[in-house]
């Protein structure tokens, strides 16, 4: 079936190190992924989502390249900073328009 | 502005009490979605809808129904609310096939 894996539940690092979050799906049908951000006590927010024409898709100086051979959408920042700090969700969305989550990796930037 | 918006914020309720979590929207989009958050499992779907009058079981169902009277309202029903119910609630909005969504600021409910 369909499902999205992010395989880390918690990364933390050092303030100026890269970022690089893992996800990979398995899709029944052609796959558009999406990276969402949660901060404390907020709504998830998109980040960034998955285009159709190669291009790269970059927010905040987060990027993500969709792999279809491998099946993978990580989301990386050369920088991490300490606003970085937040709830991170992949996504798919499915034929049916919906949104199949993976569940979520939080990031901690120390200084 | 366009806008999801949940109601009420926080909620305690009793067992085997009703409970009903309100979403109302302003993006105009067809489709609506409950979610529920947990630490470790991340967002998962309750129900959703295609529009006015349709309701749809998500992964996750059992115990809950849905209720969509109109475009801009969706709400998510526990008819008898248990323990295991408490979590944090998120209603989104979106449009077609392929689109993200928007989500509401969320509801946390403690069923006692």
């Known amino acids: 079936g369909d499902s999205v894996t992010q395989t880390e539940g918690l990364v933390t690092l050092t303030e100026g190190l890269p970022v690089m979050l893992n996800c990979t799906y398995q899709s029944t049908y052609s796959p558009f992924l999406f990276w969402y951000v949660q901060h404390l006590n907020e709504a998830p927010k998109l980040l960034l989502k998955s285009f159709t024409d190669n291009k790269r898709p970059e927010h905040q100086g987060f990027h993500a390249t969709l792999h279809k051979s491998s099946s993978s959408f990580h989301l990386q920042k050369s920088s991490a900073q300490l606003s970085d700090s937040a709830l991170y969700y992949c996504?798919?969305?499915?034929?049916?328009?919906?949104?199949?989550f993976g569940g979520g990796t939080r990031l901690t930037v120390r200084p | 502005e366009a806008a999801v918006t949940q109601s009420p914020r926080n909620k305690v309720a009793v067992t085997g009490g009703k409970v009903t979590l309100s979403c109302n929207q302003t993006n105009n989009h067809n489709n609506m979605y409950w979610y529920r958050q947990d630490t470790g499992h991340g967002l998962r779907l309750i129900h959703y809808?295609?529009?006015?009058?349709?309701?749809e079981k998500g992964d996750i169902p059992d115990g809950y129904k849905a209720s969509r009277p109109s475009q801009e309202n969706f709400s998510l029903i526990l008819e008898l609310a248990t323990p295991s119910q408490t979590s944090v609630y998120f209603c989104?909005?979106?449009?077609?096939?392929?689109?993200?969504?928007?989500f509401g600021s969320g509801t946390r409910l403690l069923v006692i």
């Open positions: 996504a798919n969305n499915n034929a049916g328009a919906k949104l199949t």
């Open positions: 809808s295609y529009g006015a009058g349709s309701t």
């Open positions: 989104a909005s979106g449009g077609t096939t392929n689109s993200d969504y928007t």
